[in-house]
């Protein structure tokens, strides 16, 4: 569980139906749906020519999604207007969200695998694959890590302030955030937004920044 003085911000404004609680696995902030989901990540099958867009949350990961999938589809502009997430699928995507209980209670909500199944989704896509990612780099699966695959790692960083702002405009936008600017940067200083810490998630990459499969970028 989350602990520490913070917990009554993320409590009070993130706890709903579709979200329960929270758990930090590997020092990291996830909803604790992750219990039932690390696992499969970990023993994920990892494949040569997959290539991987890593970030912390709110960083430039879907303009920098966007300009990988064009350049290694030869621009094709066409099949880019297929949705983003269905071209390249959001590995964390189910266990964001309450989806096995909130589901069954809205019949008519209809969703598809990508959201309510991402790593089967993922593990059944043709090659090459374009996988996105917000997990550190230590809780990737462990093949991406062994560095016995040519699979590439993109990961993206950007300003600690400009990252917090658009991060609570995001919360504000998406999950109904209600609280302040003050009470969200309090959350984010204090490592308890999902996916924190900021500067350890950074240091994650940067460390591997001479790895032959990982590129490096600021935006």
Same mark, same amino acid.
């Given at each position: 569980?989350?602990?520490?003085?913070?917990?009554?911000?993320?409590?009070?404004?993130?706890?709903?139906?579709?979200?329960?609680?929270?758990?930090?696995?590997?020092?990291?902030?996830?909803?604790?749906?992750?219990?039932?989901?690390?696992?499969?990540?970990?023993?994920?099958?990892?494949?040569?020519?997959?290539?991987?867009?890593?970030?912390?949350?709110?960083?430039?990961?879907?303009?920098?999604?966007?300009?990988?999938?064009?350049?290694?589809?030869?621009?094709?502009?066409?099949?880019?207007?297929?949705?983003? +997430?269905?071209?390249?699928?959001?590995?964390?995507?189910?266990?964001?969200?309450?989806?096995?209980?909130?589901?069954?209670?809205?019949?008519?909500?209809?969703?598809?695998?990508?959201?309510?199944?991402?790593?089967?989704?993922?593990?059944?896509? +043709?090659?090459?694959?374009?996988?996105?990612?917000?997990?550190?780099?230590?809780?990737?699966?462990?093949?991406?890590?062994?560095?016995?695959?040519?699979?590439?790692?993109?990961?993206?960083?950007?300003?600690?302030?400009?990252?917090?702002?658009?991060?609570?405009?995001?919360?504000?936008?998406?999950?109904?955030?209600?609280?302040?600017?003050?009470?969200?940067?309090?959350?984010?200083?204090?490592?308890?937004?999902?996916?924190?810490?900021?500067?350890?998630?950074?240091?994650?990459?940067?460390?591997?920044?001479?790895? +032959?499969?990982?590129?490096?970028?600021?935006?």
């Amino acid at each position: 569980d989350i602990e520490g003085p913070s917990k009554h911000l993320l409590e009070k404004y993130f706890l709903t139906c579709f979200r329960h609680g929270y758990l930090r696995t590997g020092g990291c902030v996830v909803p604790v749906y992750f219990k039932q989901f690390g696992d499969a990540v970990q023993s994920m099958e990892i494949r040569d020519d997959d290539v991987w867009v890593c970030s912390f949350p709110k960083t430039g990961t879907t303009w920098t999604q966007e300009m990988v999938w064009c350049i290694a589809n030869d621009l094709d502009f066409e099949g880019a207007k297929v949705n983003l +997430p269905e071209r390249f699928p959001f590995l964390e995507h189910t266990p964001l969200f309450n989806y096995e209980d909130v589901l069954p209670q809205h019949p008519d909500l209809k969703l598809p695998d990508y959201v309510i199944n991402s790593v089967t989704y993922i593990n059944t896509m +043709p090659s090459p694959r374009f996988i996105k990612s917000h997990l550190p780099y230590h809780l990737l699966p462990t093949q991406l890590r062994s560095g016995k695959t040519q699979a590439k790692i993109i990961y993206t960083a950007r300003n600690s302030k400009d990252t917090c702002l658009s991060y609570f405009h995001h919360c504000q936008l998406l999950e109904g955030y209600k609280g302040s600017f003050d009470e969200f940067a309090e959350l984010f200083i204090t490592d308890s937004v999902i996916f924190a810490p900021f500067w350890d998630h950074i240091l994650s990459y940067w460390n591997r920044r001479d790895d +032959p499969n990982l590129l490096f970028l600021k935006f």
